[in-house]
């Protein structure tokens, strides 16, 4: 059990670009979930899939944000015409299955927008 | 809608001491309830979580919380702190209902004084 991977751990990027962040789950955990957390604040739920499919979306993923597990295995966050706003912590975590099963998080992405 | 207050954003104790992170939860459901924890550069790891039954749970590290529905607290205690429990700790919630997605408080931050 190797853990949740995350790459980069850090990215700095100007106003208006493009990044993907990548996240490895741990192997044969099929949920797989995208938070985000900023200074001072706990992590904020943005979505999560069961293997390949995406099955809830916060509304703090705006249209600028798309997440994809193509293959059930690992997972892209996009975040396209980035913003000042959307400099923080990026946190994956997978679980082995649904409901009350332990979420494994990895160590985050760190996001600094300038 | 569920939320979590974390009561208090830095606590600090001296070594020996007792540890008492307090925690408030709102749900209109059952909650389910947990504690996690997040040392420097790592990822949130979880400590411990009350489902249902007994209301007195035993963690990870000698950490314990007690569900106390009448006061809709879940603190976490600790009867002696070791200078290895400075962290970030987050009090979190989800119901049955939803049960894969996780609402964070915004965390507290535990010193330990030698």
């Known amino acids: 059990d190797t853990g949740v991977s995350q790459d980069p751990r850090h990215k700095i990027t100007k106003r208006g670009q493009n990044v993907t962040f990548r996240c490895d789950p741990i192997s044969e955990h099929n949920r797989l979930y995208w938070y985000r957390q900023t200074l001072g604040q706990g992590p904020e739920f943005l979505t999560y899939f069961q293997n390949e499919a995406q099955l809830e979306k916060s509304r703090l993923l705006s249209d600028r944000f798309s997440a994809e597990r193509p293959k059930g295995s690992f997972s892209t966050l996009e975040i396209q015409r980035t913003e000042q706003g959307d400099s923080a912590m990026y946190l994956c975590a997978s679980s082995r299955g649904g409901g009350l099963e332990t979420q494994y998080f990895g160590p985050g992405t760190r996001l600094l927008v300038l | 809608a569920q939320s979590v207050t974390q009561l208090g954003s830095h606590v600090s104790v001296s070594e020996g001491a007792l540890v008492l992170l307090r925690c408030n939860y709102s749900s209109s459901v059952p909650p389910y309830l947990f504690w996690y924890v997040q040392y420097p550069n790592q990822g949130l790891q979880l400590l411990l979580k009350?489902?249902?039954?007994?209301?007195l749970v035993k963690g990870i590290n000698g950490f314990e919380a007690e569900f106390k529905k009448s006061e809709t607290s879940f603190h976490l205690t600790k009867p002696s702190a070791h200078m290895s429990d400075a962290a970030e700790y987050f009090c979190a919630v989800s119901s049955y209902s939803s049960a894969s997605k996780i609402i964070f408080g915004s965390g507290t931050r535990l010193s330990i004084r030698p």
């Open positions: 009350y489902t249902t039954g007994a209301t």
